[in-house]
């Protein structure tokens, strides 16, 4: 086994003998199920059928109610990845690790392959909730769950590409802040609120909109092909006001992935230079 070989196998033991890996992936696993089961009553047949919801088509709907997997589950990999690396800030053991392989490209590289692998892991954890729920809610109403669709199943090889990019996006965050306080609020901050609201406003005005659609989570949504907040138009067509730009999914992976490549390079030449005491 190569160096990198060995230090991504390190990695995976290291957060295999912890419990957070399989709490993240409980809390995700609930939460996605319930956002899938939520959508698919309100946005299927039956809440066509009751007046609560938009009519439409089942593509758009079984798109929507899969894609919760990435839309609400992203932050997952992004956390995990953080803590790859802040961990070991946090309780010293960054020393002999270094110790042990004194070439810290490799040491990073090792991080970013677990968190990809983690992300993966994730990825089918997102999918077995929003699929399995939501695609039985919409069975069960009356809808069509388009499981026999190659579209469908498209869509879930992009969500596990989508998860594998956060996690090395995580990684590259908890490189660059190192202190994991400060990288887990600046994570929740940015995902939960600071980019919501820049999406939102920004569908005001349509030169905004082209611009918002280089941020992550909206990169992230054009690369699985739907999410919450890029639906909004189709949800609600005659909103004024509202304007909805979206990449192309294979322009989505490239920015996603362009990101995560920035921010793991920023904290190779930074935080990752510093000498470790």
């Known amino acids: 086994m190569n160096a990198v070989g060995r230090s991504v196998a390190a990695e995976l033991r290291r957060v295999l003998t912890t419990r957070i890996w399989w709490i993240l992936a409980i809390v995700l696993f609930g939460y996605t199920a319930f956002v899938a089961g939520v959508l698919a009553l309100f946005l299927g047949d039956l809440g066509t059928a009751l007046g609560t919801g938009p009519g439409l088509p089942p593509r758009a709907v079984a798109d929507l109610v899969y894609a919760t997997a990435t839309s609400v589950g992203y932050v997952v990999p992004v956390l995990l990845g953080a803590l790859i690396v802040t961990a070991e800030h946090r309780t010293g053991t960054l020393t002999p690790t270094l110790l042990a392989q004194p070439r810290r490209g490799i040491v990073v590289a090792g991080k970013a392959i677990a968190a990809a692998v983690f992300g993966l892991v994730y990825g089918v954890v997102g999918l077995l909730a929003s699929v399995g729920a939501g695609g039985a809610i919409l069975g069960l109403t009356g809808g069509d769950p388009l499981l026999d669709s190659g579209d469908t199943w498209a869509l879930c090889l992009r969500a596990l590409l989508a998860m594998a990019l956060w996690g090395l996006v995580g990684v590259g965050l908890g490189g660059l802040v190192a202190n994991q306080v400060v990288a887990l609020v600046v994570i929740l901050a940015f995902t939960q609120f600071v980019e919501p609201i820049l999406r939102v406003v920004g569908a005001v005005w349509e030169w905004s909109a082209q611009v918002g659609r280089f941020l992550p989570g909206a990169a992230s949504d054009a690369l699985v092909g739907s999410g919450l907040f890029g639906s909004l138009g189709a949800l609600d067509p005659d909103a004024a006001g509202m ?24 904290s190779r030449v930074t935080t990752w230079r510093r000498d470790v005491g």
């Open 243 to 266: 304007h909805s730009a979206t990449l192309e999914w294979w322009a989505g992976g490239l920015v996603l992935a362009g990101i995560a490549a920035v921010l793991l390079l920023l």
